[in-house]
């Protein structure tokens, strides 16, 4: 049974989606959807890497990280550099550019759940499909999110002149 | 001027049962010394709230004289508020803008109507060739008529393309449309006022009625003083009125409506209060609604909430006993934190006790401004012309038929673009063309000193209608005086989709025009075309537009294909649909239990209400709700900003009930005014203990964005909440260097709010932040 790995994969996954949320959300705190959201959804994803916790244990995957997001030393002076360059023009195409890697990695984490749920199936661990299927839900609702935000940015920072 | 109005509120009461009989009642307020021999009166309805009540408007020599509320009317029955009696008088007011003006050597001063017009239109050219449309924005009201709408609405998605268009509805009445569309597929109040004459349960959640709707209270204070009163349940943290009558009062902390009302869904589901055929039949998403709502015991909820834990309990039981349940929700829902979550709980509960359909049962997601529901039916907001989804390409490819323009002409890749998003882009920017109509966002929306440098820059172009100076005006490049209510012909919709025709009773001051005339000036400057190289908007009058704009909504949810001019005039009120069959109306939407929820009809596919991210085609598709009304569920989440050690107290804002909006109106009424000249700031006892402070002693509320000062009034507050009325701006202030902001003497509740929006609706959180007080002196 090689779940532990799967288990590794959702892991290491959420958390570094978390981590990314809550870069992102800093770094563009004159958007300010993005910075509340951002930083609610880091939040979640890093609560999504927990609730695997006790099945870590079970099957001898490493524990996941207890803490909150770490979005790094920089974040609170890059929080305060965006909130000051509101007014500076291009902060559009860095932007797109987080939001899509972040979608990205999104989707990563979305698919690891895929295939853990798999996994559990197959081995017929009831109690970790049921955390595995909402857990995944709330994962690609974060996906979808930073998808409806991407398709709102993208267009304005794409054909004003 | 006798005040008696003023005085006395909600006037003389004519008690009734519920048996659907409210009596009339005619108020009549004439200037001094006016013969009402001598007088002619023009119908039409007030535009000083969403009630929309029914009056006409008298007339001696060609000059307005007074109102006088009509008798047959569906909405009021003759009677008139505050507002309605006095506030006609701000048409008079002798600071009226009269003629154009342009900002020159960074003065505002006179220009004829070409000199403005055509700098209008060099700019827009101008902004249009180096940056395209999206570098054009267009910020309308929730006071106009229908027909300035639908031209602005045409102009800008037809015409400019941009997608960039929003209304102050935004702030007022966003969420009640979102609430709608994400439950019931489609905007529209579900049902009639005249619920309110025949239920036994009214559920008012965030929504002080005795002062916003004044002449609503008085429909419900005839019920309370007659056979058969309704029990009210009333959700709001201060002692209001409505709260003093009520039978279960939940004075819960701002910020916790999701908790709460999954609290007393909770309860209904626990207790067998859900009305299980109903909800198996006409609904989807029960299963995890009650999953959901499973973890909010009263107990928990007494602890986010701040009530006890057996008034929720209560609360529910009175719900869950009704017969007849009209639920409402305004500002205190809209405002507040998870707006459109909040809103659709409301919804839920409507959905569990099956109270919608019949007479006596529904859920009112009320208005604010008179006119909102036409700023949403038109799409001059973030909704789509004739209640269409955006995302449905056939629904884009029939307007694009109707306006005769490519379909790719019409932005529909995304959302139409909310106003705080718009001003984003100005402030950034990418949007250098601003062009604001009948609103004040210099008072109106959050963080007014961020909203003032915006609207200040150089390089952001700004163009304001307005009918008054005001703080916005003040900042503007180009000034263009509007017409008011009164002094053009059109029609508008109240909250629950009664039709009003309002005549041109008397001619607009000096140089001042229909902002209808002004979009067909600017459009005939600009040369906007169909595809044949026709003009875009083919109409010269609010008739033709009207009948333009009846054709739209052919088939539609908001179906005017039945109404006309010749219909309207006379009329009691109409309420929508009302089709060539049924041109008389229909009272009640959703009586057959089949709500708008077919993907190919539904106005919109829905939301994750917690992150606002969209639902494509493909998932509304999937959820089946094929004409059944959808129960959604949603976890509480705490607000953005909570009190800490430095900021330890939460303010909250709102209106009083002689002032509406920015007092742009109300503070030039001399009544009004006298009634309300000062803001205040609203402490419990308790607060103002702990800060010495006393009773009038002027007070210094701060949070981390500004900082106002108001005197003290001491009151029955839940402890922990600071309550400012948001009207008071600078147009009058003498601390005020030119009107715009506010000297030495901060007064605006925007002053402190915080820049975030509920992720679905995109409404402002203005009844959130945290503050820290202080006395300034005694
Ligand atoms: S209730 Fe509203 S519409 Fe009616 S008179 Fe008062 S302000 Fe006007």
């Known amino acids: 049974m090689k779940i532990d790995h799967a288990i590794n994969t959702v892991t290491e996954a959420e958390q570094d989606l978390a981590d990314q949320l809550e870069r992102v959300a800093g770094r563009h705190g004159a958007e300010h959807d993005v910075y509340h959201l951002g930083h609610k959804q880091a939040v979640k994803a890093a609560a999504r890497a927990r609730s695997l916790t006790d099945f870590a244990q079970k099957y001898g995957a490493d524990a996941p990280r207890q803490s909150d997001p770490d979005p790094g030393v920089m974040d609170t002076l890059r929080r305060q550099t965006s909130e000051l360059l509101g007014r500076a023009q291009a902060p559009g195409l860095i932007l797109l550019r987080d939001l899509q890697e972040t979608y990205l990695q999104a989707q990563r984490a979305e698919i690891a759940w895929v295939v853990l749920q798999q996994g559990a199936k197959a081995c017929r661990d009831l109690e970790l499909v049921e955390a595995v299927t909402s857990a995944h839900e709330e994962c690609e609702t974060t996906a979808k999110w930073l998808r409806t935000r991407l398709k709102v940015a993208a267009p304005q920072v794409l054909a004003v002149g | 001027m006798e005040a008696e109005r003023v005085r006395d509120v909600w006037g003389r009461r004519t008690p009734h049962g519920a048996d659907g009989s409210w009596p009339s009642r005619v108020d009549q307020q004439l200037l001094d010394g006016v013969d009402a021999a001598m007088v002619t009166w023009h119908q039409s309805a007030c535009v000083l709230c969403s009630n929309g009540c029914g009056l006409d408007i008298g007339v001696v020599d060609g000059r307005m004289v007074g109102v006088r509320g009509r008798a047959d009317d569906r909405v009021n029955r003759g009677r008139l508020g505050p507002k309605g009696s006095y506030g006609w008088q701000a048409n008079l007011s002798p600071d009226r803008l009269t003629t154009p003006l342009v900002r020159r050597e960074g003065q505002l001063q006179p220009a004829t109507w070409d000199e403005a017009m055509e700098l209008v239109v060099a700019r827009s050219r101008d902004v249009l060739n180096r940056r395209g449309p999206l570098g054009m924005g267009f910020y309308t009201s929730g006071q106009l008529f229908l027909e300035d709408y ?53 559920f008012a959640v965030g929504h002080n009625i005795p002062e916003t709707h004044t002449v609503l209270w008085a429909r419900i204070l005839d019920r309370l003083d007659g056979g058969d ?36 869904q909770h309860e ?12 198996q039949e006409h609904t989807i998403g029960l299963e995890r609604l009650q999953k ?116 790719s002409q019409i932005p529909s890749w995304a959302p139409p673009t909310h106003v705080m998003q718009m001003f984003r882009y100005a402030e950034e920017g990418s949007l250098e063309f601003l062009w604001i109509t009948a609103t004040n966002p210099a008072v109106s929306l959050p963080e007014l000193h961020r909203i003032r440098s915006i609207l200040s820059q150089d390089r952001v172009f700004v163009v304001v209608n307005d009918a008054f100076p005001t703080e916005t005006t003040q900042l503007a490049d180009v000034v263009l005086p509007a017409a008011l209510w009164g002094e053009k012909l059109g029609t508008f919709t109240n909250h629950d989709r009664t039709v009003h025709l309002s005549e041109k009773a008397v001619e607009p001051p000096g140089e001042a025009r229909a902002d209808l005339d002004i979009f067909l000036d600017y459009a005939a400057r600009m040369e906007l075309q169909d595809k044949d190289g026709k003009p875009l908007l083919h109409w010269r009058t609010p008739q033709e537009c009207f009948d333009a704009f009846k054709e739209v909504t052919r088939g539609r949810p908001c179906d005017y294909s039945g109404l006309s001019y010749e219909v309207l005039r006379g009329s009691p009120g109409i309420q929508w649909p009302a089709t060539p069959e049924n041109p008389s109306g229909t009272e009640r939407l959703y009586t057959d239990h089949h709500f708008h ?54 303010f909250t804002s709102g209106r ?41 002693d002027l007070v210094s509320v701060e949070s981390a964005r500004g900082r106002i000062e108001a005197p003290a009034r001491i009151c029955g507050n839940r402890e922990g909440v600071v309550f400012a009325p948001f009207h008071y701006g600078y147009w009058d202030s003498s601390a005020s260097l030119d009107g715009s902001g506010p000297g030495d003497r901060p007064t605006a509740a925007n002053e402190l709010t915080m820049t975030s929006w509920d992720p679905v609706s995109k409404q402002p959180t203005l009844k959130l932040a945290a503050v820290s007080i202080a006395k300034v002196s005694p």
């Open chain 2, 150 to 202: 639908y031209t602005l609405g045409v102009l800008v998605r037809g015409g400019i393309g941009t997608p960039h268009l929003d209304g102050n509805t935004r702030l007022c009445t966003a969420t009640s449309d979102f609430a709608l569309k994400e439950s019931f597929g489609s905007d529209g109040a579900p049902g009639s006022l005249t619920d309110f004459d025949l239920c036994d349960t009214i």
């Open chain 2, 229 to 264: 009163p309704p029990r009210l349940v009333v959700v709001d943290p201060r002692s209001t009125r409505i709260a003093q009558a009520a039978t279960v009062h939940l004075p819960i902390r701002p910020g916790t409506n999701v908790a709460l009302l999954n609290g007393i």
């Open chain 2, 292 to 407: 959901t709502v499973a973890e909010y015991s009263p107990d928990l909820v007494s602890t986010i909430c701040g009530v006890p834990a057996a008034d929720i309990s209560a609360a529910a039981e009175v719900l869950g006993q009704s017969q007849r349940l009209v639920s409402t929700c305004l500002q205190g829902v809209y405002q507040s934190n998870q707006a459109t979550a909040a809103a659709c709980q409301v919804n839920n509960i409507t959905l569990l006790r099956g109270m919608i359909g019949r007479p006596g049962c529904t859920v009112f997601q009320m208005n604010g401004q008179p006119t909102a529901q036409n700023t949403r039916e038109t799409g001059a907001d973030g909704d789509f012309v004739g209640m269409r989804n955006w995302q449905n390409p056939d629904h884009v490819a029939e307007l694009a038929q109707l306006w005769n323009v490519e379909q």
């Open chain 2, 597 to 650: 929820t077919e993907t190919d009809y539904t106005e919109d596919y829905g939301h994750d209400l917690a992150t606002g991210a969209s639902r494509e085609r493909k998932d509304h598709v999937a959820l089946g709700a094929d004409g059944r009304a959808m129960l959604l569920a949603a976890a509480y989440e705490p607000a953005n900003e909570q009190p800490d050690e430095e900021r330890p107290l939460l």
């Open chain 2, 656 to 696: 009083t009930v002689h002032h509406f909006h920015t007092r742009t109106k109300t503070g030039r009424t001399p009544e009004l005014e006298m009634a309300a000249p000062e803001p205040w700031v609203e402490l419990s006892p308790a607060d103002a203990d702990a800060h010495g402070i006393e009773e009038g």
């Open chain 2, 268 to 279: 209904l589901v626990a207790r067998g209060f859900v009305d299980e055929t109903f909800v």
